[in-house]
């Protein structure tokens, strides 16, 4: 998982702080085009066929030390097919600053009625 400027930039601001919204969206895509820190949005974000950004359940679970890794739970029913090859942490239903992407290798092809679930966990120890 890769994470984007965008992304150190809201941590900074949420341990100073400073206003920022909570982090609590995933977002699976179409595009794999490498991790790059610049990109501020997925690269081909879906909006459709039951896949679209969602709110995820978030908690700390433990890496090395008590709490140290944020954790996003997920599960969409797809109402159609798309092949998914990215995915996202973000903080808002749409818009907002993307905290970290990355691209799923090998890709994951999902027909409607299937599910799909993803577990995010970025380690801060």
């Not at 501020?40 to 459709?48: F, K, N, P």
């Amino acid at each position: 998982m890769g994470m984007q400027n965008a992304g150190f930039a809201a941590i900074a601001a949420r341990v100073g702080g400073v206003t920022e919204s909570a982090f609590t969206y995933l977002a699976i895509g179409t595009d794999n085009t490498a991790h790059d820190v610049t990109h501020t949005t997925l690269q081909a974000e879906i909006t459709d066929s039951g896949l679209a950004r969602a709110s995820a359940t978030v908690s700390r679970v433990t890496t090395t030390v008590s709490n140290d890794t944020t954790q996003w739970l997920k599960e969409w029913t797809a109402t159609g097919s798309k092949t998914i090859q990215e995915i996202a942490v973000l903080n808002e239903s749409t818009g907002g600053d993307m905290l970290c992407r990355t691209v799923i290798s090998p890709a994951a092809g999902i027909s409607s009625g299937e599910t799909y679930a993803a577990i995010i966990r970025v380690a801060y120890a």
